[in-house]
């Protein structure tokens, strides 16, 4: 997978991408990050990547030219076969217009080889990059940022976790919150682990087994796999019933987990 981030603070990125995940997998020849300066692609004596917009208004807009001119360099296919999904590459203009992140969003993205990162700034891009360069706009929630960059660096950490090798034990990326999935329910029974399935993650804990007077949930410490199964589903179901209720309408739930929720609701 190749990330090209286009923006006119390279450096904030020597941070994010040298930890963790992200880092290993770079290590590791599964991600290759470029990070590209808009500044070096501008003409005048100034570098200048930004003016005031037509017709008047506050604040400055980010030009196209320098954004156009840097991605002329990457080699990319044409925005109609990007759009069509001929090409396994995707032009994304981080924005508080586009699509909010989520898990399915970062799971289809990390079916392609390469992804673009364009990092607005000041009141926003001209116009032209979105409706001529980008073949989508990501946003990473409804509030405002300086800038695209932290929406980049989340976006290449969520997708890179999903990439085939990125994560020690493969298994952990279905397991994680928000991760949809069917409920498992296998002749042999499910992974003591217990996935997800799209709901918020169940509670964890590790040693000691006591601490300062709080023990460990009993069910966890009796060695009984389907226990410890059915524990964790519960709680799982129980801190996304509180949470995050709206997630329950896309999580497909057994006639045990329907039992439980309405046994929980009743009680509260």
């Known amino acids: 997978m190749f990330f090209d981030m286009l923006t006119i603070f390279p450096d904030f990125f020597r941070g994010p991408?040298?930890?963790?995940?992200?880092?290993?997998?770079?290590?590791?020849?599964?991600?290759?990050?470029?990070?590209?300066?808009l500044r070096s692609y501008t003409k005048d004596k100034h570098r200048t990547v930004d003016d005031r917009p037509f017709g008047g208004g506050e604040g400055m807009v980010l030009k196209p030219e320098p954004i156009f001119e840097c991605t002329d360099t990457l080699g990319l296919n044409s925005r109609e076969a990007r759009v069509s999904g001929e090409a396994k590459q995707s032009v994304i203009l981080l924005s508080p217009h586009g699509r909010k992140l989520d898990q399915d969003l970062?799971?289809?993205?990390?079916?392609?080889e390469r992804i673009v990162l364009i990092c607005g700034r000041y009141e926003g891009v001209d116009e032209r990059v979105s409706e001529h360069l980008a073949d989508r706009e990501v946003s990473i929630g409804d509030y405002v940022l300086s800038?695209?960059?932290?929406?980049?660096?989340v976006i290449v950490?969520?997708?890179?976790?999903?990439?085939?090798?990125?994560?020690?034990?493969?298994?952990?990326?279905?397991?994680?919150?928000?991760?949809?999935?069917?409920?498992?329910?296998?002749?042999?029974?499910?992974?003591?682990?217990?996935?997800s399935g799209g709901l918020l993650d169940y509670p964890h804990y590790t040693r000691p087994a006591e601490y300062r007077g709080m023990a460990v949930p009993e069910a966890l410490v009796s060695g009984n796999h389907d226990e410890?199964?059915?524990w964790r589903r519960e709680r799982?179901?129980?801190?996304?019933?509180?949470?995050?209720?709206?997630?329950l309408g896309r999580v497909a739930l057994s006639e045990e987990d329907r039992e439980f929720i309405a046994r929980t609701s009743g009680s509260r």
């Open 17 to 37: 991408l040298d930890y963790g995940i992200v880092r290993r997998a770079r290590e590791a020849g599964l991600v290759e990050v470029n990070l590209h300066d």
């Open 106 to 112: 970062a799971a289809e993205l990390a079916q392609m």
């Open 147 to 153: 800038g695209g960059e932290l929406g980049a660096a």
């Open 157 to 195: 950490d969520t997708v890179t976790r999903l990439i085939p090798g990125a994560l020690g034990n493969e298994a952990s990326a279905q397991q994680e919150s928000f991760t949809a999935g069917v409920v498992e329910r296998s002749s042999e029974g499910p992974d003591s682990t217990c996935g």
């Open 228 to 230: 410890i199964r059915r």
């Open 236 to 247: 799982a179901l129980e801190k996304t019933l509180r949470n995050r209720p709206d997630l």
